[in-house]
């Protein structure tokens, strides 16, 4: 098992920024693949960026693409979610993930562990 707790959600303007944190308690996520995804009222859940273990490359979803940025810490323990010049539409209940294998996946049914979801709320 790989507990996952996602720390940042709050409300804030159209334009403005968010920072989402994941933390994996008691072990570290180097050799795991870490990824956000989210979801909206009535929507699927969708993936929103990936990170892959050891080699830390990057995934985005389209829609997010130049405006978000996902890291990860040296320890390897903590993943984040960088938000900028957020919109209205990137409204919803945001999803941190891992799964056990190094590569990143956009498809939600790829992911073994999930946090229990921190909501991001945008107002124009």
């Known amino acids: 098992q790989v507990p996952l707790v996602e720390f940042g959600g709050g409300l804030v303007q159209a334009g403005g920024s968010l920072k989402l944190a994941c933390a994996a308690s008691?072990?570290?996520?180097?050799?795991?693949?870490a990824g956000w995804f989210r979801q909206a009222p009535g929507k699927e859940r969708e993936f929103v960026a990936g990170?892959?273990?050891?080699?830390?490359?990057?995934h985005y979803a389209d829609s997010v693409k130049g405006r978000f940025t996902i890291s990860r810490d040296n320890a390897q323990s903590t993943v984040y979610l960088q938000m900028n010049n957020l919109k209205t539409e990137d409204t919803a209940v945001y999803y941190c993930?891992?799964?056990?294998?190094?590569?990143?996946?956009?498809?939600?049914?790829?992911?073994?562990?999930w946090g229990q979801g921190t909501q991001v709320a945008i107002s124009s």
């Open positions: 990170i892959s273990g050891l080699t830390t490359t990057t």
């Open positions: 993930a891992a799964r056990g294998v190094l590569g990143s996946s956009p498809d939600a049914h790829d992911w073994n562990y």
């Open positions: 008691g072990r570290s996520l180097g050799n795991y693949a």
